[in-house]
């Protein structure tokens, strides 16, 4: 009523929503050529209209669930919080020795981390105190536990000494105390003796087959495990940087990796080498070169291999949960975490992997409910603004960009070091908004402290800014500088920036590379494939194949993922210019 110019109006069918039919309703209705009401090109509307309301919905339902429930959620099931404080090194060499002292205090933690009645927080948060003169009451309240556990470790050739004592933190009160000793070849035994020995003065009940897990010997061959006690350390060095902007030569990788082949050479059934080897290929596969080889295979198979020898292990299970996630096999993905779980409740990989698949497939208050534990299980530590940033990416999922940048602003402040990735996120954040100028900021701050990074982002920015020429010079010197970087979801957008300034037969070439790159990632059936259909659609949208363009969408919106914030880019994305 009273509108001059006529107006498309949709109904969202749903169950209990009464949706009326076209001849039900009243108002200038203006008949259209093809007779159905629908003008011609409507589509285009529609596939923006499409993906917004399935953002807002997904939103709205969200958020009407008790926004995401509190803040401080802690292991389901746990009645005790500890935190095992990094254990002194009275070994007279200290620098020989201070890896076996790190993985003797690994090892308790891991089997503590077992015991569904408590929260036990991650190594990643503890190691700042080491040799701090801190109150206990205060490191307990950063830490957000009841209980401390502080011990010493003195080695001395063949022998070895642990002394341990459990503190109640509020009462600045010593529970027990004890002091475990034994020849090297009885490690293992000395281990298991201590955590049992916790868990029963925590009053803790722990059934014969968690016992046994824990009274599980590795290996028989000490060589062997102190080859992989030393890769274990330097892999722990490496392993908790940014995932997406690793230093690929790190010699600290590298090294680790040697160390997992020496310990595996020496005993083929550890099966602790096979899962830390398969980390370190997993991780690599985060490496640019993943547009080159297939790591994640790789690391499926020693995966696969560690579990054959201890079926027990979590992290193997949580390695297999991602991969078949990353394949497209989710629920198999997901039934391999919550066993990995079930194993070890307190293992944060598994709770961030977990809510790094609830976020991309829609479940996002299972996805909000992990990461909270996560972050409870690792406060102030390395991994803390990788989690804040996943929670950010969980509310722009939501198609709540403000609580997005809330989380992400909160991940810088508690870094302790820049993290390029942060940055790379706010860039994309202001793209989504349309605030290119606050984009361009994001990216200088991303410039000042990893060059590498930077340059794909200046490159992309150009494309957004229509400022072509400058973003063939910027892709240019990327393909130089580091070629490895200019895999097929970028490669189409250099193709675009060469066909907006005419360039056209140069650019055909370089839509054709990111074409087949990008129908790889499909054939694999690899995670991202959901990004390539987008990537397909708009290399074609760009070309004016308007055809082939809506195949690709249509095959995008197949995938139900009209998250990642697609809502808001495909509105403002400059390869779809053709399709508005």
């Not at 002394?163 to 010593?174: E, G, K, Y």
């Not at 293992?188 to 722990?206: E, G, H, K, M, P």
């Amino acid at each position: 009523k009273n509108v001059d110019e006529p107006m498309e109006v949709f109904a969202l069918a749903n169950e209990g929503f009464p949706t009326p039919k076209r001849e039900e309703m009243e108002g200038k209705l203006k008949a259209t050529a093809n007779g159905n009401g629908a003008k011609s090109g409507s589509w285009k509307r529609w596939v923006w209209a499409a993906g917004i309301a399935v953002a807002a919905l997904a939103g709205l339902f969200f958020f009407l669930k008790n926004s995401f429930g509190g803040q401080n959620a802690p292991v389901p099931g746990a009645e005790k919080t500890i935190a095992l404080l990094p254990f002194r090194n009275e070994s007279a060499d200290k620098e020989q020795t201070q890896y076996f002292c790190n993985g003797v205090m690994e090892s308790i933690l891991n089997h503590l981390s077992q015991i569904g009645e408590l929260h036990v927080i991650s190594r990643q948060s503890i190691e700042r105190y080491r040799g701090s003169d801190k109150p206990a009451a205060e490191i307990a309240g950063e830490l957000g536990v009841a209980y401390l556990l502080e011990g010493s470790i003195q080695r001395a050739g063949e022998r070895v000494k642990i002394n341990v004592q459990l503190i109640h933190a509020a009462a600045d009160r010593h529970l027990w105390a004890q002091e475990f000793a034994g020849d090297l070849n009885d490690i293992f035994a000395l281990q298991s003796a201590i955590a049992i020995a916790v868990a029963d003065a925590l009053q803790t009940t722990l059934s014969p087959e968690l016992k046994s897990r824990f009274e599980r010997v590795p290996t028989t061959n000490l060589e062997a495990w102190d080859a992989y006690q030393q890769a274990q350390a330097l892999f722990g060095r490496f392993g908790y940087k940014s995932v997406e902007y690793w230093v690929q030569d790190d010699p600290a990788y590298f090294k680790a990796l040697s160390l997992c082949d020496q310990a595996l050479a020496l005993d083929p059934g550890l099966a602790e080498a096979w899962t830390l080897k398969a980390q370190a290929w997993w991780q690599r596969n985060y490496w640019r070169e993943m547009f080159q080889k297939d790591f994640m295979d790789s690391a499926a198979v020693f995966a696969r291999q560690a579990l054959k020898l201890d079926p027990n292990s979590a992290m193997a299970h949580a390695l297999l949960g991602s991969y078949f996630y990353e394949t497209g096999q989710t629920g198999k993905g997901l039934e391999y975490l919550e066993k990995a779980l079930a194993l070890n409740p307190n293992q944060i990989e598994s709770r961030i992997i977990a809510g790094r698949i609830y976020s991309d497939i829609g479940e996002l208050e299972m996805a909000y409910q992990e990461l909270i534990i996560a972050l409870n299980l690792a406060p102030n530590s390395a991994w803390a603004p990788d989690i804040l940033s996943l929670l950010g990416l969980v509310y722009g999922n939501a198609a709540d960009l403000d609580k997005n940048e809330y989380y992400l602003n909160k991940a810088g402040t508690v870094s302790n070091e820049a993290r390029p990735a942060l940055y790379v996120n706010t860039f994309w954040l202001n793209v989504l908004r349309g605030d290119l100028d606050k984009a361009s900021r994001e990216a200088e701050k991303l410039r000042k402290i990893d060059s590498v990074a930077y340059q794909p982002v200046i490159c992309l920015f150009y494309n957004f800014r229509k400022e072509y020429e400058k973003s063939i010079a910027s892709f240019e010197h990327l393909d130089k500088t580091a070629p490895h970087v200019v895999g097929p979801d970028l490669r189409h957008r250099w193709g675009q920036a060469l066909w907006e300034t005419g360039q056209k037969e140069k650019a055909k070439v370089m839509f054709k590379q990111a074409e087949e790159g990008l129908l790889q990632y499909v054939k694999k059936g690899r995670r991202r494939q959901i990004s390539a259909y987008y990537d397909l659609a708009g290399l074609h949208a760009c070309q004016g194949n308007i055809d082939q363009a809506l195949h690709y969408l249509r095959k995008f919106d197949e995938q139900g993922k009209w998250l990642f914030g697609i809502p808001y880019l495909i509105q403002v994305d400059p390869l779809f210019d053709n399709l508005r």
